[in-house]
């Protein structure tokens, strides 16, 4: 029961272009969801995060657009650089209930 | 802010051996810790909730009794694999979250790479 998915496993952008990465959750009581970044071999950084009363956060070149109709969320990463080449994960957590479900992660690629 | 800083990052040991790894908040306190184990390729599996002061909470498939943990204070969780087998080998994660504040993110530490030979 995947409650969280990321159905691209891998994605490629030429650099200085827009990277959109997608997640659709299924269970209607996660009210917040988070995206993080992951190199091999070292534990994932928290990116950005946004809760259920907003439908777009942003921090610097990152912005995340929550959909809760659709239950959906996307990161987009503008201009995109290729330090951003990593896996990112969204998860989500629901009310009252620390713990994250993950998503089963994005491969983004910059090409130079 | 916001450091997690989990230790060793790499064990290779026997069949058989017991291994401690551990996991400190630098700059926060955290009531809560989390483990996870992540298999090459796939997603973080959430192993178990450390709660300061109390017992661990396992998730459903989890051996409490081969996963040991201890939260004996604000800024560490411990993780002992008793009697490791080379099917435990594999990346374990830890993580921690500001006490006591909604809508915070978990912090991650870099992991601890378990090679069981």
């Known amino acids: 029961d995947q409650q969280v998915k990321q159905n691209s496993p891998s994605l490629s952008v030429q650099e200085g272009r827009i990277s959109i990465l997608n997640c659709d959750y299924t269970n209607s009581m996660f009210d917040y969801f988070l995206w993080y970044k992951k190199y091999p071999a070292e534990g994932p950084t928290f990116l950005i995060s946004i809760s259920s009363i907003k439908d777009k956060n942003e921090d610097g070149r990152f912005t995340v657009f929550l959909n809760k109709s659709a239950k959906h969320l996307s990161l987009h990463i503008v201009p995109s650089q290729p330090g951003d080449s990593a896996v990112y994960f969204c998860?989500?957590?629901?009310?009252?209930?620390?713990?994250?479900?993950f998503g089963t992660g994005t491969r983004l690629t910059i090409i130079p | 802010g916001a450091v997690v800083s989990q230790h060793p990052s790499w064990v290779i040991c026997k069949s058989g051996t017991s291994v401690k790894i551990e996991c400190r908040s630098l700059d926060f306190q955290a009531t809560t810790m989390f483990w996870y184990r992540q298999f090459p390729k796939q997603s973080l599996m959430l192993m178990a909730t450390?709660?300061?002061?109390?017992?661990?909470?396992?998730e459903q498939g989890v051996e409490k009794d081969k996963f040991l943990i201890n939260h004996a204070s604000l800024t560490l969780s411990t993780l002992t694999v008793t009697s490791a087998h080379p099917e435990d080998s594999s990346f374990y994660i830890c993580?921690?979250?500001?006490?006591?504040?909604?809508?915070?993110?978990?912090?991650f530490g870099d992991g601890t790479r378990l090679s069981i030979l």
């Open positions: 450390s709660n300061e002061g109390s017992k661990a909470t396992y």
């Open positions: 993580s921690a979250r500001t006490a006591g504040r909604l809508y915070q993110p978990q912090h």
């Open positions: 998860a989500a957590s629901a009310l009252g209930n620390e713990k994250l479900t």
